[in-house]
């Protein structure tokens, strides 16, 4: 079982950063593969960006490569997302999950365990 606990939402200006973390219960998160997806209203939760259980491989949705960067450390339990050069369009509840794959998927059934969110809020 593990359980995820996603922080470092917000409201930020056009053009800001942020850094999301998810933090992990339990001894195995090394095993899993971790994804962020987001859900903005209205519309269907989609794949963000998703980094292997070593760290060695990532994966990022088009709309948010050269601006959102997924990192992990297994030290501490943790994967982050840093999100730098904000649009509003970026607004969303962001989900953190993790896979018992070697690789993160885009596809969300393929995800045991979830987080609660966090949301993001991008002001013009």
């Known amino acids: 079982q593990v359980q995820l606990v996603e922080s470092g939402g917000g409201v930020v200006q056009a053009g800001g950063s942020l850094r999301l973390s998810c933090a992990a219960s339990g001894r195995t998160f090394s095993r899993y593969a971790m994804g962020w997806f987001r859900q903005a209203p209205g519309m269907e939760r989609e794949f963000v960006t998703g980094i292997s259980w070593s760290g060695g491989s990532r994966y990022y949705a088009d709309s948010v490569k050269g601006r959102f960067a997924i990192s992990r450390d297994n030290a501490k339990n943790t994967v982050y997302l840093q999100i730098n050069s904000l649009k509003p369009e970026d607004t969303a509840v962001y989900y953190c999950?993790?896979?018992?794959?070697?690789?993160?998927?885009?596809?969300?059934?393929?995800?045991?365990?979830w987080g609660q969110g966090t949301q993001v809020t991008v002001s013009s």
């Open positions: 999950a993790a896979s018992k794959g070697v690789l993160p998927t885009t596809t969300q059934r393929q995800y045991d365990y």
